[in-house]
């Protein structure tokens, strides 16, 4: 178990595949002053990833996996894991699942944020499903990352209102608005265990 004794704060990595606006809210919230966590690495499978502009701008380190083999991508991840002293894995919006063997390898907590209220929704396309099955709610879910797709523990959930009026754009921005609240929470909820 790590502890939190004095100034000693969390490395944590975040993985991203897209526009990283959950990693940007993240980054931001380290920053704060009495922020427990550093975020050391930003690691993405997508050269051209929007949310990579956040690692130069905030300068994180920054680290591209070619995943044409995914055990080759794989090592390479431990590796870096293992050079930046990485304690805790964030995922916001990494479209890669990762293998038992490197969450086993990994051997700390990964969590990650999907757009739905989990169990409902697994995978992708979550909002459009939820609008099909007419839903009244959806949201998003903070959860521990397990060998099992999105089947990990929940951490913390919220919940958002399905309006006649949203289609699948407008749902996924009201969803993410309210990701960016959940994250930092639950992000602090597991950091207070470790
Ligand atoms: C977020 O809505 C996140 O929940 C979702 O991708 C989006 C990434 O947005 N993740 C998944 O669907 C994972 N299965 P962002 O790049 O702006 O943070």
């Known amino acids: 178990m790590l502890r939190l004794i004095g100034i000693k704060k969390i490395n944590i990595a975040v993985f991203i595949s897209g ?6 809210n993240l980054i931001i ?16 499978n997508n050269t051209t990833a929007k949310g990579l502009k956040y690692a130069r701008k905030f300068k994180i380190k920054k680290k591209i996996i070619n995943y044409l083999n995914k055990k080759n991508a794989e090592k ?12 805790l894995i964030c995922l916001a919006g990494f ?6 063997n490197l969450i086993k390898k990994f051997g700390k907590q990964i969590i990650n944020i999907h757009p739905s209220l989990l169990p409902k929704y697994k995978g992708l396309d979550t909002h459009q499903r939820a609008l099909n099955d007419k839903q009244k709610y959806s949201g998003c879910t903070v959860h521990y990352v397990n060998s099992r797709l999105d089947s990990g523990k929940i951490i913390l959930q919220k919940k958002v209102r399905i309006f006649k009026t949203d289609n699948s754009r407008k749902l996924a921005k009201k969803i993410l608005k309210q990701e960016h609240i959940l ?12």
Do not use: H, Q
């Open 76 to 87: 390479t991840i431990l590796i870096e894991l293992k050079k930046n002293k990485i304690d």
């Open 29 to 44: 919230d380290s920053l704060k002053k009495r922020s427990k966590y550093n975020i050391k690495l930003v690691i993405s």
């Open 19 to 24: 526009n990283g606006s959950n990693f940007k």
């Open 95 to 100: 479209m890669k699942i990762l293998s038992k």
């Open 183 to 194: 994250y930092p929470k639950a992000l602090k909820k597991v950091l207070v265990n470790l």
